[in-house]
T-cell receptor, first 113, second 112 residues
Framework: DTAVSQTPKYLVTQMGNDKSIKCEQN?????MYWYKQDSKKFLKIMFSYNNKELIINETVPNRFSPKSPDKAHLNLHINSLELGDSAVYFCASSQASGDETQYFGPGTRLLVL | GDSVTQMEGPVTLSEEAFLTINCTYTATGYPSLFWYVQYPGEGLQLLLK?????DKGSNKGFEATYRKETTSFHLEKGSVQVSDSAVYFCALNNFGNEKLTFGTGTRLTIIP
């Protein structure tokens, strides 16, 4: 009964490969997010979707493409992976109106070799 | 733009010591303020929040009061435990902004 789940938990891959990270929430929320946490633990928003529509795209390279097949899922596809993409990626969700608290998934630890 | 400034860590305390982690913010309007905690190897968990001036958020013995006059949301706990060792993030959400702006995080280590 995990509220926000992500797969995989760990991802090790070579430079130049394409990979996807999946996120699902069972909280009935309208809005979902992707955040990136770098090696110094700094967290920054990448994307936000509300009811499957892109709301925020924070100057992320276009190698990163989020996809929301329905409002319970927000996947992140990364093309041509680079060393600098190594990080922990967190998915989160919130309700669009009322309580704006964001609930986070466990994170996906991506290592690009 | 919006920003959050946290005291730099790491912070090391003995068990049962008093904890304060400072957090100040810059934002237009009236943001909601949050403390999230990240235990080793885990994701972020909401620790507490406050949505308007003078509100006090509290959870698990931690407290923080939304001070608009000083634009601060300092985290306090009267007696820390080894299990409180984690990274603590202060964050704000400005109405209509649809994103959390985080501080840099403060690593807290409690020694027995």
């Amino acid at each position: 009964d995990t509220a926000v789940s992500q797969t995989p938990k760990y991802l090790v891959t070579q430079m130049g490969n394409d990979k996807s990270i999946k996120c699902e929430q069972n909280l009935g929320h309208d809005t979902m997010y992707w955040y990136k946490q770098d090696s110094k633990k700094f967290l920054k928003i990448m994307f936000s979707y509300n009811n499957k529509e892109l709301i925020i795209n924070e100057t992320v390279p276009n190698r990163f493409s989020p996809k929301s097949p329905d409002k319970a899922h927000l996947n992140l596809h990364i093309n041509s992976l680079e060393l600098g993409d190594s990080a922990v990626y967190f998915c989160a969700s919130s309700q669009a109106s009322g309580d704006e608290t964001q609930y986070f998934g466990p994170g996906t630890r991506l290592l690009v070799l | 733009g919006d920003s959050v400034t946290q005291m730099e860590g790491p912070v090391t305390l003995s068990e049962e010591a008093f904890l304060t982690i400072n957090c100040t913010y810059t934002a237009t309007g009236y943001p909601s303020l949050f403390w999230y905690v990240q235990y080793p190897g885990e994701g972020l968990q909401l620790l507490l929040k406050a949505t308007k001036a003078d509100d006090k958020g509290s959870n698990k013995g931690f407290e923080a009061t939304y001070r608009k006059e000083t634009t601060s949301f300092h985290l306090e706990k009267g007696s820390v435990q080894v299990s409180d060792s984690a990274v603590y993030f202060c964050a704000l959400n400005n109405f209509g902004n649809e994103k959390l702006t985080f501080g840099t995080g403060t690593r807290l280590t409690i020694i027995p």
